[in-house]
């Protein structure tokens, strides 16, 4: 198991930028996938982009690619989710998970076993 805690969300106009981070402790962080979820008020769970344990796969949804980048960083066991140009409909709680699928990116919640609490974007017009 790892343990997973989120920093970083608050409060953006449209077009401008946060940066999630998540640090992670525990087993160890290579051993696993990271992702970042979100999930707007009354929307399912969806997975916004995810890093393979050695950062060499990345997946975005169509959504934010183009506008958000995922990084990992193995020495400090950190994973950051860049978010530039953001829009009204970033809004939502943003997640950080943990899969041990570690050779590929999973698209499905279930895949992940692990969860960090949340952090919530807001995103103002």
């Known amino acids: 198991q790892v343990q997973l805690v989120e920093s970083g969300g608050g409060l953006v106009q449209a077009g401008g930028s946060l940066t999630l981070s998540c640090a992670a402790s525990g087993r160890t962080f290579t051993a696993y996938t990271m992702g970042w979820f979100r999930q707007a008020a009354g929307k399912e769970r969806e997975l916004v982009a995810g890093?393979?344990?050695?950062?060499?796969?990345?997946y975005y949804a169509d959504s934010v690619k183009g506008r958000f980048t995922i990084s990992r960083d193995n020495a400090k066991n950190t994973v950051n989710l860049q978010m530039n140009s953001l829009k009204s409909e970033d809004t939502a709680d943003y997640y950080c998970a943990a899969s041990r699928r570690n050779w590929y990116v999973p698209q499905a919640a279930f895949e992940y076993t692990d969860w960090g609490q949340g952090t919530q974007v807001t995103v103002a017009l």
């Open positions: 890093i393979t344990s050695s950062g060499g796969r990345t």
